[in-house]
Nanobody
Framework: VQLVESGGGLVQPGGSLRLSCATSGFAFSSYGLSWYRQAPGKERELVAQIFSYGGRTNYADSMKGRFTISRDNAKNTVYLQMNMLKPEDTAVYYC?????????WGQGTQVTVSS
């Protein structure tokens, strides 16, 4: 099983980034997918999740209206479009796949929002 995030980097406040998480080794379309983040000195927190099949989404309150999670089952990839970024969005972003108590994690990608 592999989950490989990409797309992180340095961006100015108000800017945008699109994170990708390419996966392999499990039945992607039957898993729920999430993005989490962890800032220095803070606990890992849920950013957004997208459920299997129907594609229903859920967002943390502070991300609603700014972030969009999506999935491409043909490419086994999950995305996180992040707009109107703020300095407090600075963190390592992780993708996660879950199904019936089984979880897989990526290694994370750093997002830094700074002028």
């Amino acid at each position: 099983v592999q989950l490989v995030e990409s797309g992180g980097g340095l961006v100015q406040p108000g800017g945008s980034l699109r994170l990708s998480c390419a996966t392999s080794g499990f039945a992607f379309s039957s898993y729920g997918l999430s993005w989490y983040r962890q800032a220095p000195g803070k606990e890992r927190e849920l950013v957004a999740q997208i459920f299997s099949y129907g594609g229903r989404t859920n967002y943390a309150d502070s991300m609603k209206g700014r972030f969009t999670i999506s999935r491409d089952n043909a490419k086994n990839t999950v995305y996180l479009q992040m707009n109107m970024l703020k300095p407090e969005d600075t963190a390592v972003y992780y993708c996660n796949a879950y199904k019936f108590g089984v979880q897989y994690w990526g290694q994370g990608t750093q997002v830094t929002v700074s002028s």
